[in-house]
């Protein structure tokens, strides 16, 4: 006579489903979301290094603000700035960058001067604050 226990066993307790693994989808998910990774990584990398010179501007103004350092100090920062962020050899005031004002960057480039070399005036870091908004109104644009 056949057991009630093992013919009933399968209608009481069902047997779990067979679970079905594809064989080679879950590799190539791995490999898509490390690949969508890297993208994200260069993604930033490439936006954090296209933001540098705004940082730096930035600094430079926050440190006029705050009188950190000497004016003619923060003068020549500026103009570093200035020829790395338009590709020059040197600030001149007769020679403006392209996509700027000649008037407007030949007195730039004067005050800028004025700072750097000239001796310390009492004005200097209100001067040092205004050609770091103007040359962040010209960063936006040029």
């Not at 003619?72 to 020059?88: G, K, V």
């Not at 004005?123 to 050609?131: C, E, I, K, R, T």
Request: hydrophobic share 55%; aromatic share 8%; with cysteine.
């Amino acid at each position: 006579m056949a057991d009630p226990r093992k013919e009933l066993a399968d209608i009481i307790v069902p047997a779990a489903p067979a679970v079905v693994t594809p064989a080679g989808n879950g590799l190539l998910l791995w490999v898509a979301v490390g690949l969508v990774c890297v993208a994200c990584v260069a993604l930033l990398a490439w936006l954090w290094h296209r933001r540098r010179p705004a940082r730096t501007l930035h600094a430079i103004a926050a440190a006029a603000a705050q009188q950190r350092d000497t004016p003619s100090a923060l003068a020549a920062r500026l103009d570093a700035w200035a020829r790395t962020r338009f590709r020059l050899a040197r600030v001149d005031a007769a020679c403006s960058p392209p996509g700027l004002e000649p008037d407007a960057w030949s007195g730039w480039a004067k005050t800028l001067a004025q700072l750097r070399f000239a001796p310390p005036q009492s004005g200097g870091f209100d001067m040092l604050a205004a050609l770091c908004r103007t040359a962040r109104a010209w960063s936006r644009h040029a």
